[in-house]
Each structure stands twice: as C-alpha cells, then as structure tokens.
C-alpha cells in the first residue's frame, strides 16, 4: 500500500493587532527577508518549541479555562472548581416513555 507524502496547507486567520505593533512586526519580517505570514509561523514554532506538553499546565477551575491571563486580580476571587472526570460516577437510569 502506497501512502501519500503528507501535504501541510496553510491556514487563514484573523487576528485584531494594534497598528503600532504589526508596523514593527512587519518591519522585522522586511529585514528578514520574509513576508509578515512566514516571520509570524516562525514566532509561534519557537513560542510552540519552547513549551512541551508536559509544561503546558491543564486548568483546575472554570475560572482558569474560560479567562485570559490578563483578567484583573479580581475576576480570581471566585472559584469553581472542575470535576474530575475519573472520580465521576455515573448514574444508570431507565427511559420510560410517558404513556397517553
């Protein structure tokens, strides 16, 4: 069985940066003789290479996975903690129709 080679495509997205820094992006990717897509997947390869998967902490809280990092201290002061899945129990039930 023959397998084709694997072709990566590109994908398209839409990001919302201040002028200011998409000016100075693009400039570095100019003295970089890349274009701005091409400087860009290369920042986020290094960001990706510098952080494993071992690293990359899972949230404990809803508070965690549903913020960004840079939520107001205060936004934390409240907790809600995940269940953890392996500990849930589940409940085994019948279906009975209603009968009319």
Do not use: C, G
């Not at 693009?26 to 091409?38: E, F, G, I, K, T």
């Not at 998967?53 to 409240?78: G, H, Q, R, V």
């Amino acid at each position: 069985m023959l397998h084709e080679p694997r072709q990566f495509t590109a994908m398209n997205v839409t990001l919302k940066l201040p002028d200011d820094l998409v000016r100075e992006a693009r400039h570095l990717a100019v003295n970089q003789s890349q274009s701005l897509s091409a400087w860009m997947a290369n920042l986020v390869r290094r960001e990706l290479a510098t952080k494993s998967a071992t690293e990359i902490e899972k949230p404990k809280t809803w508070i965690e996975a549903l913020t960004l990092p840079d939520m107001p201290a205060s936004f934390y002061e409240k907790d809600f903690p995940l269940p953890d899945r392996k500990a849930t129990k589940h409940r085994e039930f019948t279906f009975e129709p209603d009968e009319d």
